[in-house]
């Protein structure tokens, strides 16, 4: 599916975002930990979500709707069977952070997924999960992984880099795991795993960029899930730089571990308020109102980056309005996503007039542009990137056809209604 981004002359209204897709995950995964029933309110529909409550149910949990977003899991039948394939279609937390539970069971698992998801990178959570003594088949470190699940040893593991998924893949094998496992991390990822653990009652203890864990029985919760900040970004971002428009946006998640987004725009002086701030099922929820702004250039990096990877696509889109240059570093692990971010970023923003160069681990923009338009720009079956060029769209001079924008439905299929309203 092709589709057409064309300038706009401001956004207004307001708008619920879905569900946060990484809680959405957890909130599944973990449902079928407890071996108990939960129910979980909101979850994201988007396919990568959908991919795990499929897992979810070939493990042994009966998955119901009982309304369109709100499902009930019970896990009384979980985890009874020695031999398991499972399906995790594009989705990198599904593989990795299953990899991290089935490791410590009893079964041999097969965990594979779609062409796109069977070239990322497994070594960074094989090689942990080794050193527990996890034994696995792969194809150089990629999927389809062959797990043979057993009792496994704590480690006390520094991770290379700050990522949620690897930290979370650990967390979930120690677990089930006798002793203390212990992560530390070069600077603070998303804690969604460590808050919904201990939500449902784990023995886990963080303390800035060091997590412990010890092996604990989870007890069944029921969830309500916020709407998703990185989701939200991309209308924070084109409310900023369309003039004359202003927006709210409902029951946004405000985890200080992913409002690096919220921070970064503040910085480059866009006008964001916060209202209604409150804490739902040990996550902070809030909403967003946003209002377009004169930006000024700054430099990202660092400790920052961890809590923005996700939005840095569309990050540059807002940064090719910011008076000065902007330089993002220390982001080599966007060549690593969906697609190779920086390479495709680069070339695709350049195709609309944009001045990008292209860094190892990063990129640098000048502003304010006046964007051209008037190309074909590809996605590269990346959905982040598709989004971050229909939001690139809305301030061209001319328009812009994005094809093959179907990849959006992997995590967001809500976007192009929800952005139209407010056109």
């Known amino acids: 599916?092709?589709?057409?981004?064309?300038?706009?002359?401001?956004?207004?209204?307001?708008?619920?975002?879905?569900?946060?897709?990484s809680i959405s995950h957890r909130s599944a995964m973990f449902s079928a930990l407890t071996g108990g029933v939960c129910e979980i309110q909101n979850y994201s529909l988007g396919a990568?979500?959908?991919?795990?409550?499929?897992?979810?149910?070939e493990l042994g949990c009966e998955v119901e709707f009982i309304g369109e977003k709100h499902l009930r899991i019970d896990a009384k039948n979980a985890f009874k069977k020695d031999r398991y394939k499972l399906d995790c279609g594009n989705s990198g937390t599904s593989m990795r952070l299953f990899a991290g539970i089935m490791a410590s069971y009893e079964a041999e698992s097969t965990l594979f997924g779609d062409a796109s998801l069977s070239k990322r990178p497994m070594k960074r959570v094989i090689l942990p999960l080794e050193l527990m003594g996890a034994k696995f088949k792969h194809n150089d470190y990629k999927a389809p992984l062959i797990i043979q699940g057993g009792e496994l040893f704590p480690i006390d593991y520094k991770t290379p880099i700050a990522s949620a998924q690897v930290k979370s893949c650990i967390l979930l094998a120690g677990l089930n795991t006798v002793g203390e496992t212990k992560i530390t991390e070069p600077y603070v990822s998303r804690d969604h795993t460590e808050r919904m653990l201990k939500y449902l009652g784990a023995d886990i203890v963080t303390d800035c960029n060091v997590t412990k864990i010890k092996k604990s029985k989870l007890t069944p919760k029921n969830f309500k899930i916020c709407g998703d900040i990185s989701s939200a970004a991309f209308f924070m971002v084109a409310a900023a730089i369309v003039p004359n428009s202003e927006i709210i946006i409902k029951?946004?998640?405000?985890?200080?571990?992913?409002?690096?987004?919220?921070?970064?725009?503040?910085?480059?002086?866009?006008?964001i308020q916060i209202l209604d701030s409150h804490t739902e099922c040990n996550e902070q929820v809030g909403d967003i109102r946003i209002k377009s702004s004169e930006l000024k250039a700054i430099t990202i990096e660092g400790e920052i980056i961890p809590r923005l990877i996700d939005e840095l696509p569309v990050i540059a889109v807002l940064a090719t309005q910011a008076a000065g240059t902007t330089i993002v570093k220390d982001a080599q692990d966007l060549r690593n996503k969906e697609?190779?971010?920086?390479?495709?970023l680069v070339t695709e923003l350049r195709k609309i007039g944009v001045q990008i160069e292209e860094s190892p681990d990063g990129f640098v923009i000048e502003g304010k542009q006046n964007l051209k338009g008037d190309a074909g720009l590809e996605c590269y079956h990346d959905h982040r990137l598709a989004m971050s060029l229909y939001v690139a769209g809305l301030i061209c001079e001319k328009s812009v056809c994005i094809n093959e924008f179907q990849w959006v439905d992997i995590s967001f299929p809500e976007f192009l209604p929800l952005m139209q309203t407010l056109t």
């Open 48 to 57: 990568d979500c959908i991919s795990t409550l499929n897992i979810v149910k």
């Open 251 to 271: 029951n946004v998640g405000l985890n200080p571990t992913r409002t690096g987004i919220v921070e970064v725009m503040q910085q480059m002086g866009a006008d």
């Open 339 to 344: 697609s190779d971010r920086i390479k495709c």
């Open 1 to 21: 599916m092709n589709i057409i981004s064309q300038k706009s002359n401001g956004l207004k209204g307001t708008v619920t975002i879905p569900a946060d897709k």
